[in-house]
Structures are given as C-alpha cells and as structure tokens.
C-alpha cells in the first residue's frame, strides 16, 4: 500500500490547476447509458473513482475509450444491468447506474452499499423516489431489484432530506418516463446542475436543476451529445486551505470562483487574503496570524461537508476556539483523532469538533481513513514541522488527481512510496 511522506515547512508558492470534478464526472458517466448513440465527456479526473464507475460501465455494456482527459462511451445495448457487491463496496457511487438503468432497459440490479467510514449513507430515498415513478422494487441477498417493464411515469417526488446523487439518480430515472416528473426539495449542488446540462444536451427536458424544485418532461429518447465536466471545486478547496495553512501565495487556476463562495468567505474571516484575479482563478495570500472562525456543513450552497477535515486542519492553527459543526454525515470526524497525533487540541462532542489553536504540528505517522480526511492529513503534514508519514493513500487516489505531483510543483516536500 503507497505511503505518502511529507516534510513540512515550506510556504507553497505558485499556480496549482484544478482537475474536472470527481462527482460531477461519476452522474455523468452513468447518463451515458441512457442512450444508444455515443457520449463524449471532456475533462474527466485521472481517479480511481472514475476508474471504477468506467470499469462497471464496460460490464454493464458500453463500449469506454479514454483518451488523456476525454472520456468516449458507446452503449448500443445493455448487457447486464446490473452493479455488483464488489464494485459497489469500493465505491458507493456505483448506485447512480440504477437510474439509468431502469429508463432504458426497464430492469435493474444493483448491490446495497454496506456501512460507509463517514456515516450510515442508505440509498432508501433513492429506492422510493423510484417506487413513485413506478418501479417494482425487491431487496433479496444484499441486492436491489428494480423492475419497470412498462417503463417510469411520471409524478412528484419530495425528497425527505437533501439528498445528491439520489437527486442525480432520479433526474436520470425521469428523463425518459411518461409525463411530467416533478422533484421537490432537490439538492441544488453545482454537480446536479452540471448533469442536467448534460442531459438537456442529449435531449432531455428539465428546469430547475440547480434549485430546490426541478421539472422534468419525459421524453421518447436521448441521443449523443458531447459535455466538459466543471472544474472540481473541492480540488480547489483543498488548494485554498494549503495555501492559507502554509502562509504561502497561490493561484488556484482553472476553478469556479462562484462555486466556493463558502469556504473563500471563512477564509478571509480566518484572515487570509482572497482574490479573483480572473473570472477562473483564485489566488490566497496566507496570513501569519490565523483567527478561528465557526463553520457548519451544509448543502449547497453552504459550506460544504466536503471541505470540512481540510478545514479543521486549517482551525488547529488559529488563534482561539473554533467550532466545526456536521450536519450532513453523523462521523464525519475521523481525522480528528490524527491530527490529535501530530498536536492539535481538538475535542469532538456529538457532531461538533471544538478545535483549539494555535498548537503548533509535528511529523508523526497517521492513517488515511477517507478522501477527505486524507486531504486534511497531507494539509496538516504540509505545515508540521519534520517528517509525516500517511498510510492507506488510496483512499486520497479515489478523488485527488496526481495530487502529489500538483503539490510538489508549488513547493511542496511530498513523496509517494511502496
Ligand atoms: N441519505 C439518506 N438516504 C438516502 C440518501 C442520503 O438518508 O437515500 C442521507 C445520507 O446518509 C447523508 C445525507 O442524506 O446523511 C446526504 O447524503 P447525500 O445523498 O447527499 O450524499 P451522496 O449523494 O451519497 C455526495 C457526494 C459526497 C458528498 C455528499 C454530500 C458524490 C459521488 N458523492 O454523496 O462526496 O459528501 O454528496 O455533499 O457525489 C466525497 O467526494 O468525498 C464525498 C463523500
């Protein structure tokens, strides 16, 4: 399993680029399989994640040719709906292809995703919207089957809480059902928005992607079309906040500003200098003094759970008691106990995290337990002083892009070893 060793120290200093986003580029490998005529997606993540959904794709029946970036899929016809446990288990994502599945060939099964190491995540509400657009669904031997053999109405569905790629997932469900599908309390995430304007390009009929309310009118079918993934705005979080941990001057390139409103506003409460020299890039200024600012996770567009570990390795360095507030996952705070190891004083009580600063880090040996939690490791290992070694980074491999290299190249002191 590949380590990472990082020696801290050193103010990043330079331009660091934004890859496509992960979660938006995963919904939109799984519209591919609504149609019969090849999709082509521009900007999609060199990650494991997307490694994945393409591996379950080719099983399930497409046709996947990857070029650099460029991502084409080809699905003349469905071999085998179905997503199995050993997929679904290493990525839980591999449930945005029940949708799609069930629009185009009226069948499909799909494996429950078991507990997750952020929270309990059921796709119960995935399971019910699809129940009212008239799927038969069963649960046998760990798995979901879904049956549409007519096809999907149209109806209304409200989510009971906010949930996004159940959003994706419906949206997808309901592009080819009959009539009118309305979905209320719909996640309002820049990775929704960017699905249906992918969808809209094969021909789908939906507004409101992007609010709470999204209309969708069923339509016979969907062609082709060809979309560029938005920029990773979570990528580019975590590229702000080393910038700030580390007091250093970066140009986050290639990102949507508009899409970080949250996290660039508590960073300039922290302290730190943000600005927007061009309409695609942020550039940080780190201050050498930090102030502890409260945050409370939220969907969008609040501040993000997504951005919340980065963030906490961010608050062990601040002046005074900063509380860090989960809202969306109920253990979310596993990186707690390891930034603990390198020196921060961080109390979790339910779902808050009281957060003591400045005490100063240092190099230790600590463990990867999910994407971002990693991501916060290597923040906190950026500022330590002396050597942190990070085991089980291939959780940060899921969703980070060459991370390692994109740091380095701002003067980070990382390396990846066997
Ligand atoms: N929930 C249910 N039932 C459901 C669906 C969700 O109770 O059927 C609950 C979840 O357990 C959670 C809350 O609703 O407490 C919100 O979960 P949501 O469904 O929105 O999360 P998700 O769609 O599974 C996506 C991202 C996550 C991100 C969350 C929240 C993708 C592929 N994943 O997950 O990304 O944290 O939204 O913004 O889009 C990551 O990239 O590291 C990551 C975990």
Do not use: W
Not at 328 to 355: D, Y
Request: charged share 20%; glycine share 10%.
């Amino acid at each position: 399993m590949d380590k990472f060793v990082i020696t801290g120290g050193n103010a990043l200093t330079g331009e660091i680029p934004t890859s496509g986003s992960k979660n938006a580029a995963l919904p939109a490998l799984a519209a591919a399989l609504l149609t019969a005529e090849p999709v082509i997606l521009k900007r999609i993540p060199r990650v494991r994640d997307i490694r994945t959904m393409q591996r379950l794709l080719v099983d399930i029946g497409s046709l996947v040719q990857v070029e650099e970036e460029t991502v084409r899929l080809h699905t003349p016809q469905i071999v085998c709906p179905e997503a199995p446990y050993e997929l679904v288990k290493t990525m839980r994502a591999s449930s945005l292809v029940l949708g799609p599945l069930v629009a185009r060939c009226g069948r499909a099964r799909v494996s429950l995703p078991g507990g997750c190491a952020i929270g309990g995540r059921p796709i119960n509400l995935h399971i019910l919207g699809l129940e009212q657009l008239g799927a038969r669904i069963r649960q046998s031997h760990g798995y979901i089957e879904a049956e549409a053999p007519d096809g999907l109405h149209g109806a209304t569905v409200r989510f009971e809480r906010i949930t996004v790629t159940g959003t994706e997932d419906l949206m997808m469900a309901a592009v080819m059902a009959h009539g009118e599908t309305v979905l209320e309390n719909a996640a309002r995430e820049p990775e929704v928005t960017d699905v249906a304007e992918l969808l809209i390009k094969m021909g789908a009929r939906i507004e409101g992607a992007g609010t709470s309310t999204i209309r969708i009118q069923g339509v016979e079918r969907l062609g082709g079309a060809e979309h560029t993934i938005i920029p990773d705005r979570i990528e580019a979080g975590t590229f702000l906040v080393a910038g700030a941990i580390t007091a250093g001057d970066l140009a986050i390139t290639g990102c949507n500003p508009g899409h970080l409103g949250a996290l660039v506003s508590k960073l300039q409460q922290a302290g730190s200098d943000v600005t927007q020299p061009t309409g695609t890039t942020l550039r940080i200024r780190g201050a050498g003094k930090l102030l502890s600012v409260d945050v409370t996770t939220e969907e969008y567009p609040g501040f993000a759970t997504d951005l919340q570990a980065q963030y906490m390795a961010l608050m062990t360095q601040a002046e005074g008691i900063a509380i860090i507030t989960e809202t969306i996952f109920e253990n979310r705070f596993m990186h707690a106990q390891e930034l603990a190891r390198m020196g921060a004083n961080i109390r979790i009580s339910g779902n808050q995290a009281i957060v003591a600063g400045p005490h100063p880090l240092t190099g230790a040996g600590v463990i990867a337990s999910d994407l971002r939690a990693s991501a916060s490791l290597v923040l906190a290992a950026l500022m330590a002083r002396g050597e942190t070694v990070i085991d089980r980074v291939y959780h940060i491999d899921r969703g980070y892009e060459k991370i390692e290299a994109k740091l380095a190249r701002v003067g980070a002191k990382i390396r990846r070893v066997e």
